[in-house]
């Protein structure tokens, strides 16, 4: 099991560029999430999806779009990247009410 | 609103000795707890987790502790390693069956050779 995997690692965008971050998990999970790290702080929860088509907004979601078409796959998409975007972007997924694993990170930068 | 904070942003101990990190929750509502570590770098790494029909419980050199009563979380490292250097985080479930985690601001645990 590979877990879950995030690309890219890093990325620098300029103001106004969009991009999409990529998540796929091989645990055959039904819940993803998406949040966002800013220095020296935890992680707020940007959006999440209780299965495949089935998706819905957490804490911080301005600015962001998701999709599910599939169980494995949950892309997270910037359309007009802000400097406040600048962040560490973690995808987790998990079996209902049960711990969530991680993936390693996107480090974004907004310039 | 929900919130889960860490009363003390830097915890440094000996090597050997044993850590104790503390988390406060306001939700009352919450039932599932986690402790999380995320070295530099790295996704948040699963450590240990409880639900509230418990006060304790063990891992490997973990023990998380519960008390409902004053919605208080701690972790105990017991001999601590210069691996256990990390951020901790404590997380919260919200109400429902999303999973939705709340978490704190985290603390970072420094081990001294």
């Known amino acids: 099991n590979a877990g879950v995997t995030q690309t890219p690692k890093f990325r620098i965008l300029k103001i106004g560029q969009s991009m999409t971050l990529q998540c796929t998990q091989d645990m055959n999970h039904n819940y993803m999430y998406w949040y966002r790290q800013d220095p020296g702080m935890g992680l707020k929860l940007i959006y999440y999806s209780v299965g495949a088509g089935i998706t819905d907004k957490g804490e911080v979601p301005n600015g962001y779009n998701v999709s599910r078409s599939t169980t494995e796959d949950f892309p997270l998409r910037l359309e007009l990247a802000a400097p406040s975007q600048t962040s560490v972007y973690f995808c987790a997924s998990s079996h209902p009410t049960n711990e969530q694993y991680f993936g390693p990170g996107t480090r974004l930068t907004v310039t | 609103g929900e919130s889960v904070g860490l009363h003390l942003p830097t915890l440094s101990v000996q090597e050997g000795d044993n850590s104790i990190i503390n988390c406060a929750y306001s939700n009352s509502a919450s039932d599932y707890f986690i402790w999380y570590k995320q070295e530099s770098g790295k996704g948040p790494q699963f450590i240990i987790d409880?639900?509230?029909?418990?006060d304790k419980r063990q891992g490997q050199r973990v023990t998380v502790l519960l008390n409902k009563t004053v919605k208080h979380l701690s972790l105990q490292i017991a001999a601590t390693q210069p691996g256990d250097s990390a951020v901790y985080f404590c997380?919260?479930?919200?109400?429902?069956?999303?999973?939705?985690?709340?978490f704190g601001q985290g603390t970072t645990l420094q081990v001294k050779p």
């Open positions: 997380a919260e479930a919200s109400s429902g069956n999303t999973g939705k985690l709340i």
């Open positions: 409880i639900r509230s029909n418990m």
